[in-house]
């Protein structure tokens, strides 16, 4: 490549880098005068058309971004070189190193630095992400650092582009899987939550040095994703700030849901610490900052305030005993004045047994709690994945207790994940359609139906309907058209039926007219098929093209002609050797003789026959044109 030039004006001047799925060469714009970077497709892929469709549409959408801290694309082009097909894109050129290469040199960053690259990357993926790009492999190989110390993060959209297809066991496949968020090593929904899983990562080893999972292969190092916890990293050095340490625990939970709700969120935290390194950012692994907790049943709680009630009895204790005195001497009264049934009444309260109402739909909660004469009281709302949003998750007084009437019951309800509406992707290209629905948070699959009317690769119909309201995860099926159905009929046997006949017969067949030739014919009358360019019992598709001779009738002559032309006509011998690679050829030849074209010869040799030598006759300058299986191989002229 070096040399070349490319649209024109990007002459490439060196290779200064490479990765799975591109090579970056250093060029020069001469409309422009100044350098660029080129990153030009690897030829393993340049074959893999819908690949190469998602690399330009990808890069496409990430040239839209415009951020200080963001790499800025260009161009995007595609040219031809011989039989080679080189698809570019054309970069800002920043002179200076990757952060894996610094990392490689320093061995670990000083604190400072460390938060000062993070912040500047958060902040580039926050740009992104607002676009409604995500850049799927953060790591340090990605990110760029000037010689005044500015980020820039490259690759932006590109590596949405990569498919399963495109996973090797190369280097920079292995150094993305160290970086690869839980959902990407399963190969599930990614989202924005997984940038912020790899830059904690990287993050993680700006401040230590290492990276938090090894293995011997990808799959050993995906799999740790998924399964190990992370050792913290004040384990491997005490001297990491507390707050920033609970920033990148927060960054790296496995759920997607427990970590930063957004890069906003990341953002607002790395603020903090990079004004005060010893902010007390809340300890982020325990969630505490996201959802109402619930609370195991009370116990050590329940056991303080008992002890506490007991303390204040005995400090109370006598005053009770005077007041209680004085009580009953009142009561003992108020029952002589109003009647022994009356005091019952009002001393004894109906006690009822607490019902188990967690599970239960609110509405349903509350009805079955008040029925008892008790009070339903929502405390809050919680999370919890075992149970739909709505229903209770935690009671305030354990099931079967028995309590008074009108005694509160606390509950939590669950909020659970907020439902989302099924974009429309019915008359949508298939990779449109899964775009839209991967975007809502929702899973894909797709299956194929054979359609006369929808084309190809465009979807049918879709399960469940658009505008339906479904939790983020849910499948939905795309029922995609792949165009009419093939289907196969065997060939008739026309030869002899008259061309009406065979018109009709080829309709019924759903074949197709071709070329009809007239010419003369001693053997059969006029309008009568006399060759078809199929055998009777060849399979053929439907619609497929079938040509046919049919005769014009004795060919005419003026009076005494006839003897004329037999003394005229002499034998012309033919030597023809049937095509070795198969089985039979067949061999036609059409002698063209006063103007006139005819088969004169039609049969199949067998490869095993050898060499056949062929007699026929015709007039000195008749033309003799042969086929061998319907393709021209040459003429032989008649000669004296």
């Known amino acids: 490549m070096i040399g070349k030039t490319l649209g024109g004006r990007y002459e490439i001047v060196e290779q200064i880098g490479g990765g799975g799925m591109a090579l970056v060469y250093k060029a020069k714009c001469r409309l422009l005068d100044r350098f660029v970077a080129i990153k030009i497709l690897r030829e393993e892929f340049v074959n893999d058309e819908e690949f190469v469709r998602k690399f330009r549409r990808e890069s496409q959408a990430a040239a839209r971004l415009s951020h200080p801290n963001i790499v800025n694309i260009y161009d995007v082009g595609f040219e031809e070189d011989g039989n080679n097909k080189i698809y570019y894109i054309v970069m800002e050129y920043i002179k200076g190193k990757t952060l894996k290469e610094?990392?490689?040199?320093?061995?670990?960053?000083?604190?400072?630095?460390?938060?000062?690259?993070?912040?500047?990357?958060?902040?580039?993926?926050?740009?992104?992400?607002?676009?409604?790009?995500?850049?799927?492999?953060?790591?340090?190989?990605?990110?760029?650092?000037?010689?005044?110390?500015?980020?820039?993060?490259?690759?932006?959209?590109?590596?949405?582009?990569?498919?399963?297809?495109?996973?090797?066991?190369?280097?920079?496949?292995?150094?993305s899987v160290h970086y690869f968020s839980p959902e990407q090593a399963r190969g599930g929904y990614t989202d924005d939550k997984s940038d912020i899983y790899s830059l904690g990562i990287v993050m993680y080893e700006m401040v230590t040095g290492v990276l938090p999972y090894q293995g011997e292969s990808p799959i050993t190092v995906a799999l740790?994703?998924?399964?190990?916890?992370?050792?913290?990293?004040?384990?491997?050095?005490?001297?990491?700030?507390?707050?920033?340490?609970?920033?990148?625990?927060?960054?790296?939970?496995?759920?997607?849901?427990?970590?930063?709700?957004?890069?906003?969120?990341?953002?607002?935290?790395?603020?903090?610490?990079?004004?005060?390194?010893?902010?007390?950012?809340?300890?982020?692994?325990?969630?505490?900052?996201?959802?109402?907790?619930?609370?195991?049943?009370?116990?050590?709680?329940?056991?303080?305030?008992?002890?506490?009630?007991?303390?204040?009895?005995k400090k109370d204790g006598t005053i009770k005993v005077v007041?209680?005195?004085?009580?009953?001497?009142?009561?003992?009264?108020?029952?002589?004045?109003?009647?022994?049934?009356k005091l019952k009444d009002f001393l004894l309260t109906e006690e009822v047994v607490v019902p188990d109402i967690i599970g239960l739909d609110e509405a349903e909660?509350?009805?079955?709690?008040?029925?008892?004469?008790?009070?339903?009281?929502?405390?809050?709302?919680?999370?919890?994945?075992?149970?739909?949003?709505?229903?209770?998750?935690?009671?305030?007084?354990?099931?079967?207790?028995?309590?008074?009437?009108?005694?509160p019951i606390e509950v939590l309800i669950n909020e659970g994940e907020a439902l989302v509406k099924v974009p429309s992707g019915v008359n949508r290209d298939v990779r449109d359609a899964k775009d839209l629905m991967v975007n809502a948070n929702l899973e894909v699959e797709i299956e194929y139906e054979y359609s006369d009317t929808v084309p190809v690769d465009v979807v049918i119909e879709q399960f469940p309907e658009s505008g339906t309201e479904v939790k983020p995860g849910t499948t939905v099926k795309l029922i995609v058209s792949q165009?009419?159905?093939?289907?196969?009929?065997?060939?008739?046997?026309?030869?002899?039926?008259?061309?009406?006949?065979?018109?009709?017969?080829?309709?019924?067949?759903?074949?197709?007219?071709?070329?009809?030739?007239?010419q003369p014919s001693d053997e059969y009358e006029k309008d009568i098929v006399v060759w078809q360019n199929y055998e009777p019992g060849t399979e053929l598709e439907t619609k497929t093209a079938v040509d046919l001779y049919v005769s014009s009738g004795r060919e005419e002559t003026e009076e005494g002609d006839d003897e004329?032309?037999?003394?005229?006509?002499?034998?012309?011998?033919?030597?023809?050797?049937?095509?070795?690679?198969?089985?039979?050829?067949?061999?036609?030849?059409?002698?063209?003789?006063?103007?006139?074209?005819?088969?004169?010869?039609?049969?199949?040799?067998?490869?095993?026959?050898?060499?056949?030598?062929?007699?026929?006759?015709?007039?000195?300058?008749?033309?003799f044109e042969i086929y061998y299986d319907d393709i021209y191989q040459t003429t032989i002229p008649k000669e004296e």
Do not use: C, W
């Open 102 to 175: 610094i990392i490689k040199e320093k061995g670990k960053l000083p604190i400072d630095l460390a938060i000062d690259y993070s912040y500047q990357i958060a902040e580039a993926l926050q740009h992104a992400h607002s676009n409604r790009i995500f850049h799927r492999d953060i790591k340090p190989h990605n990110i760029m650092i000037t010689d005044d110390n500015r980020v820039k993060v490259t690759d932006f959209g590109i590596a949405r582009a990569a498919t399963s297809s495109t996973v090797t066991t190369t280097s920079n496949v292995l150094g």
């Open 365 to 407: 909660a509350r009805k079955k709690i008040e029925d008892l004469g008790l009070k339903f009281v929502v405390k809050g709302t919680g999370r919890n994945d075992n149970f739909n949003p709505g229903e209770v998750i935690y009671q305030s007084v354990d099931p079967n207790t028995t309590v008074k009437k009108d005694f």
């Open 483 to 518: 165009g009419e159905e093939t289907k196969y009929v065997l060939m008739d046997n026309l030869i002899g039926k008259s061309i009406e006949d065979a018109k009709r017969i080829l309709k019924e067949l759903d074949l197709v007219e071709g070329e009809i030739v007239y």
């Open 564 to 623: 004329i032309d037999l003394v005229e006509e002499t034998p012309i011998t033919f030597t023809l050797t049937p095509l070795q690679d198969r089985e039979e050829t067949s061999i036609k030849i059409i002698r063209i003789q006063d103007g006139v074209s005819q088969v004169v010869y039609n049969k199949k040799h067998k490869a095993s026959d050898g060499v056949a030598i062929i007699t026929l006759e015709g007039k000195v300058g008749a033309l």
């Open 224 to 313: 740790k994703h998924v399964q190990e916890d992370i050792v913290p990293p004040r384990e491997i050095d005490p001297s990491i700030p507390l707050g920033f340490e609970n920033i990148i625990l927060k960054s790296v939970q496995k759920r997607q849901a427990d970590r930063y709700n957004s890069i906003g969120d990341l953002i607002r935290d790395l603020k903090k610490i990079k004004s005060n390194k010893e902010e007390p950012i809340l300890n982020n692994i325990d969630n505490l900052d996201s959802h109402t907790k619930i609370m195991p049943a009370v116990n050590v709680e329940d056991d303080v305030y008992m002890k506490n009630k007991r303390k204040k009895k």
């Open 323 to 341: 007041f209680l005195g004085i009580l009953l001497a009142f009561l003992l009264a108020f029952s002589i004045f109003f009647g022994y049934y």
